[in-house]
């Protein structure tokens, strides 16, 4: 996910000047053993205030009890009543969103190295995560596989002068718009009921009212089983490019312009949709909803890209045919938050995270927290907090 906000340099946060937050705030509800064993969910959880930007992501690991928070710059573990268990920093880059595999029980997250043009998935072996302060590239935490389509679409000379514009939003470059990756998440193929999980990775994409071309949601899909010969631990002075030259899907969503694309990406196995929370667009002749959802049973169908410079056709998923309704596109969505963190918790809950900018002992932080959702289905938001 995008931070709207300025962001601070990671060494703001490194080191071990960080143990006064050693625990975050603990939440109502503290976990306990329910009747099948795993730990209740609290109605609230605080993930802590950090001198980072703000959280971008959060997944729960039910099983075990644990929680993940993207910040950003930083990954942190706290256990579901908010106790920092512990932190990855030193982070330059932009990590987004995130999700666990339950296959293996790692935490995986879009991590973008815009000036470097490489852009990566991160994966944390959050076993090893036990203190504050540890290192993502000298403590064995992490490592990174590099994704070879993202930069070609990032780095694509549009207007064809021989000179790529950069991280600039306002120009012609850049493929669909894209401004590099955001939303994760693990989920069958589209269109099936099951099967093997494979990952989905969603572009980032200028909201650029200038152009045609960027109103469609971006999603890669990439079968990890082999990943393991690709990930190697990452030297952010030096970054390396080990990764799969192909992906196993490239997917289409019109939903008209969004401000950087899908934020939060979620697969719900309660009800086979996948989830896309985005920041509002701002393209006049579109209703500019801030989320939606892809039936998930509904097979992609080959189409016309619409918009493109020339004729495109690619695979294109299928809004569901729910929530409100833009009578002049067509387009259906939602008005809602969950663009700072969204985890459906597979039986008809869901943690949404919420943020804010607060200051402690004159440090300027961002604070982190979820809070237990149960679905609705109703206009214009589909949720309702559970008290």
């Keep these: 996910m995008h931070a709207k906000l300025r962001p601070l340099r990671s060494t703001a946060v490194a080191g071990s000047a960080v143990l006064a937050l050693l625990t975050a705030a603990s939440a109502p509800g503290l976990a306990a053993d329910g009747p099948t064993g795993r730990p209740e969910l609290p109605t609230r959880i605080d993930g802590g ?26 990954l942190v573990k706290t256990d579901l009543s908010g106790k920092v268990i512990g932190t990855v920093e030193g982070l330059t880059g932009h990590l987004g969103d995130i999700d666990i595999d339950d296959r293996d029980g790692r935490v995986y997250g879009s991590l973008e190295y815009k000036a470097e043009e490489s852009f990566y998935i991160a994966v944390f072996d959050v076993d090893r995560i036990d203190r504050v302060g540890m290192d993502a590239e000298t403590d064995g935490v992490m490592t990174a596989v590099h994704l070879d389509e993202v930069a070609e679409d990032f780095t694509a000379d549009m207007n064809g002068d021989g000179v790529f514009d950069g991280d600039v939003a306002d120009t012609p470059d850049h493929r669909y718009g894209c401004s590099g990756i955001d939303g994760v998440s693990f989920g069958p193929g589209f269109g099936k009921r099951g099967g093997r999980q494979t990952l989905k990775v969603a572009y980032g994409v200028y909201s650029n009212t200038e152009r045609t ?59 086979r949709n996948w989830i896309m929370a985005v920041y509002e667009g701002e393209k006049e002749g579109f209703p500019n909803y801030s989320f939606f959802t892809v039936d998930g049973t509904a097979k992609p169908v080959r189409g016309e890209i619409a918009g493109q410079p020339e004729p495109e056709t690619g695979r294109l998923l299928k809004l569901r045919e729910a929530g409100l309704r833009d009578e002049a596109t067509g387009i259906r969505g939602w008005e809602f938050h969950g663009n700072l963190g969204f985890d459906a918790l597979g039986d008809g809950r869901y943690y949404v995270a919420e943020g804010r900018a607060v200051e402690e002992d004159g440090v300027k932080k961002q604070e982190g927290w979820v809070r237990l959702h149960r679905w609705t289905g109703d206009t214009p938001a589909p949720f309702e907090p559970i008290d």
């Design 213 to 271: 071309d960027n109103d469609h949601q971006v999603i890669l899909e990439y079968d990890i089983a082999n990943w393991r010969k690709y990930e190697r631990p990452l030297s952010q002075s030096d970054p390396h490019h080990s990764g799969p030259k192909r992906y196993d899907g490239k997917f289409f969503a019109y939903t008209g312009n969004t401000t950087y694309g899908v934020q939060n990406l979620q697969y719900d196995p309660s009800t």
């Design 49 to 74: 205030a950090w001198p980072t930007s703000h959280v971008q992501g959060v997944t729960v690991d039910h099983e075990r009890g644990f929680v993940y928070w993207s910040f950003t710059q930083m």
